[in-house]
């Protein structure tokens, strides 16, 4: 069983950055295994992709965070984080962390809140 714990939201002002990490464990979890990606719900929104990494390492972004956002992974910890910069009130959001083998895993989400 695979367990996805996020951290690193918060209370930001508009223009500002945060880094989000997503710390995995359990099973065969490896984020050389897993592909990878950070979804983002905003109320009354969908839930939306924001940035994905692939097991070989290729790179997606939403168009919206395209510029801003970067994800990146650190094998040694078996954690993949999100690199928000210059952040807007319309980023404000639920992010959830999740890792794709035969299945989705979630994590619980961690709040970003952009105040203007």
């Known amino acids: 069983q695979v367990q996805l714990v996020e951290s690193g939201g918060g209370l930001v002002q508009s223009g500002g950055s945060l880094r989000l990490s997503c710390a995995g464990s359990?099973?065969?979890?490896?984020?050389?295994?897993?592909?990878m990606g950070w979804y983002r719900q905003a109320p009354g929104k969908q839930r939306e992709l924001v940035a994905s990494l692939s097991r070989s390492g290729g790179t997606t972004y939403a168009d919206s965070a395209n510029g801003r956002f970067a994800i990146s992974r650190d094998a040694a910890k078996n954690t993949i984080y999100l690199q928000m910069n210059t952040l807007k009130p319309e980023d404000t959001a639920v992010y959830f962390c999740?890792?794709?083998?035969?299945?989705?895993?979630w994590g619980q989400g961690t709040q970003v809140t952009v105040s203007s």
């Open positions: 999740t890792a794709q083998r035969y299945r989705d895993w």
């Open positions: 359990g099973g065969i979890f490896s984020v050389y295994l897993f592909d």
